[in-house]
Nanobody, 126 residues
Framework: QVTLVESGGGLVQAGGSLRLSCAAS????????MGWFRQAPGKEREFVST????????YYKNSLRGRFTISRDKVKNTVYLQMNSLQPEDTAVYYC???????????????????WGQGTQVTVST
């Protein structure tokens, strides 16, 4: 059974930074991509970033590229999301999820992800 546990969320002022962590367990993640999504109140869940476990290829929502950085630690089985220059519009619950690279879904499609964490709240104040 795959378990994903996010942490690192919190309240931060605009312009600040946070680093989210997603501790993964329950299987080997070779052959998977590990993604971050976010969902603001009243909005659909949206793709943030993903990284392939084996070779570390990274993908970002275009508007977040340059502010957010995804990385993974294979020893710790953990994926990170470094978020800089945070803005109020970044306020959301952030989720990590796994996606087999063999999925026919595109990386930005949440339906392609088969395991999800419980989420961590990020609130950016003005």
């Amino acid at each position: 059974q795959v378990t994903l546990v996010e942490s690192g969320g919190g309240l931060v002022q605009a312009g600040g930074s946070l680093r989210l962590s997603c501790a993964a367990s329950g299987r080997t993640f070779s052959g998977y991509a590990m993604g971050w999504f976010r969902q603001a109140p009243g909005k659909e869940r949206e793709f943030v970033s993903t990284i392939t476990w084996d070779i570390g290829e990274t993908y970002y929502k275009n508007s977040l590229r340059g502010r957010f950085t995804i990385s993974r630690d294979k020893v710790k089985n953990t994926v990170y999301l470094q978020m800089n220059s945070l803005q109020p519009e970044d306020t959301a619950v952030y989720y990590c999820a796994t996606m087999p690279v063999t999925s026919t879904r595109v990386l930005v499609d949440p339906l392609g992800y088969d395991n999800w964490g419980q989420g961590t709240q990020v609130t950016v104040s003005t």
